[in-house]
Every structure is written in C-alpha cells, then in structure tokens.
C-alpha cells in the first residue's frame, strides 16, 4: 500500500507521545492531522486533554478503534510500541522523522501490517501542505 493510500484510506490516528506543549512537533502534527480531518487520539502518560481530545495513557488503555500509530518515542521504544498498536488492531505502523527501528520494522511486515519509519506524517501531497515546517 502507498503513503497516498494510507493517508486516504485511513483516518484515525493514535499519536503516542503526543506531547500538551503546543510548541513540540507531536502537538503541532497531531493538531494538524485534527485541522485537515483525521481524528486524533493523544496517547500521554501525563495529560488529561490534548487539543480537546482526551488524552490515553497508552495505546494499552484504549477502547476504541483506531488505523495509525503515530510515533513520537525514540526508537528504542518503536518495537514495544508496534507489538502494543498491532495488538490493538492499528492497521499502519508510522514512526516520524529522525525515528527508526529495524526490529519493529520487521515485526509489522511479519504480520502484514503496513510500516513507515523517519518520515513526517504531514509531509505528503494527499495533505496539500504548504510550507508546513520539517518535523
């Protein structure tokens, strides 16, 4: 499946790390995503609301459905992560830019589940971003 498709194709998003500071990357990507269509889940061990959406402690904690993972941990963190999100029935695994992992990599390809990794969610055509900055 393409990055087009999948951005097409699927439109509820869990952003693990999320973070309530309006100035980080997570907050500013997930509040795009929300601007442009996508619901956004915020996965935040500390928070309560981010951007009017309650907020997760972790993918764990969720009871509803969702498409992407959204990954804003470092990479060390990306295989625990994705056996959690693919647990939880996350359809796309989505590491952003400057995130990767080759043993989550190959942990979602082993069970079919569709994996992008060091690239910015925003960053694509299917979004008609204009000089939204590099994440």
């Not at 972790?58 to 459905?65: C, G, P, Y």
């Amino acid at each position: 499946m393409t990055i087009s498709k999948i951005l097409t194709d699927y439109k509820v998003i869990a952003v693990v790390g999320c973070s309530r500071d309006g100035a980080k990357y997570s907050n500013v990507v997930a509040g795009f995503m929300k601007d442009a269509g996508y619901r956004i889940i915020p996965i935040n061990p500390v928070a309560d609301k981010i951007l009017g959406e309650k907020a997760y402690k972790s993918i764990d904690e969720l009871d509803m459905a969702f498409d992407i993972a959204d990954v804003f941990r470092p990479g060390e963190e990306a295989l625990g992560i994705t056996k959690t999100a693919i647990a939880k029935g996350a359809k796309a695994i989505w590491l952003q830019e400057g995130i990767k992992s080759a043993e989550a990599k190959g942990y979602a390809e082993s069970k079919g589940i569709e994996f992008i990794q060091d690239k910015c969610i925003v960053n694509y055509p299917r979004l008609n971003v204009v000089g939204f900055p590099s994440c």
